[in-house]
């Protein structure tokens, strides 16, 4: 698993390792230590909401302030991302 940092703070791009044989593959999306581990502090990730958009929606995240801040991962599996 790589983490890339981005010009944003706080905005890090997790690209995890897949590993693959003939019977199919195995990916771990998020392991918690190793971000930990990267960012070099704890994380508390405790809800994962997965969505699907048809060709031509624009979604939009919501910043939030504290105390209702919430951290979020981007997961694309395909087409891109505009940020």
Known sequence: MTF???AIPDV???EPK???DSRGYFV???VSNKLEEFLGYKINF???NESKS???VLRGLHYQLPPHA???LVRVIHGR???
Request: hydrophobic fraction near 30%; charged fraction near 25%; proline fraction near 0%.
């Open 70 to 72: 919430q951290t979020k």
């Open 18 to 20: 897949v590993h693959g």
């Open 28 to 30: 771990e999306t998020f």
């Open 12 to 14: 890090v791009i997790i």
């Open 4 to 6: 890339t940092r981005t």
């Open 46 to 48: 405790c809800q994962d």
């Open 81 to 83: 991302v505009l940020d």
């Open 54 to 56: 048809s060709k031509g």
